[in-house]
């Protein structure tokens, strides 16, 4: 996220090749993950009287390196259309991001 934070010092085509190596990163740790998940489901891993609690934090991680994946590679596709990173107009795509995060931030407030 620093690169994209600073990527109005750089091109379009270094930001895409930042967002595509992030999300291939997240695609492989799901990727390398996948043996061990087997594991737990074939035999309980090494420690199965913890199972219910790795569960908990492999489906955790799984949830964050799939939402990476697909965020980094849908917005590789959007800055692939972008001619500079600056002077970018906010367009209904990037209108769109804002406004779903407003909602996200106001489906957790809490009824005065």
Same mark, same amino acid.
């Given at each position: 996220? /620093?690169?994209?934070?600073?990527? #109005?010092?750089?091109?379009?085509?270094?930001?895409?090749?930042?967002?595509?190596?992030?999300? &291939?990163?997240?695609?492989?740790?799901?990727?390398? &993950?996948?043996?061990?998940?087997?594991?737990?489901?074939?035999?309980?891993?090494?420690?199965?009287?913890?199972?219910?609690?790795?569960?908990?934090?492999?489906?955790?991680?799984?949830?964050?390196?799939? /939402?990476?994946?697909?965020?980094?590679? #849908?917005?590789?596709? /959007?800055?692939?259309?972008? #001619?500079?990173?600056?002077?970018?107009?906010?367009?209904?795509?990037?209108?769109?991001?804002?406004?779903?995060? /407003?909602?996200? &931030?106001?489906?957790?407030?809490?009824?005065?």
């Amino acid at each position: 996220m /620093l690169r994209v934070i600073f990527a #109005d010092q750089g091109t379009p085509e270094q930001l895409t090749r930042a967002l595509r190596s992030a999300g &291939a990163w997240a695609d492989g740790e799901l990727a390398r &993950a996948r043996p061990q998940i087997e594991s737990y489901l074939d035999t309980g891993g090494p420690f199965p009287e913890r199972l219910h609690l790795i569960a908990l934090v492999v489906g955790f991680y799984g949830e964050l390196f799939d /939402l990476m994946r697909r965020f980094f590679g #849908d917005a590789a596709d /959007l800055v692939e259309t972008w #001619d500079a990173t600056t002077g970018v107009p906010t367009d209904a795509t990037l209108r769109g991001i804002l406004e779903r995060t /407003l909602r996200l &931030a106001e489906a957790t407030r809490s009824p005065d």
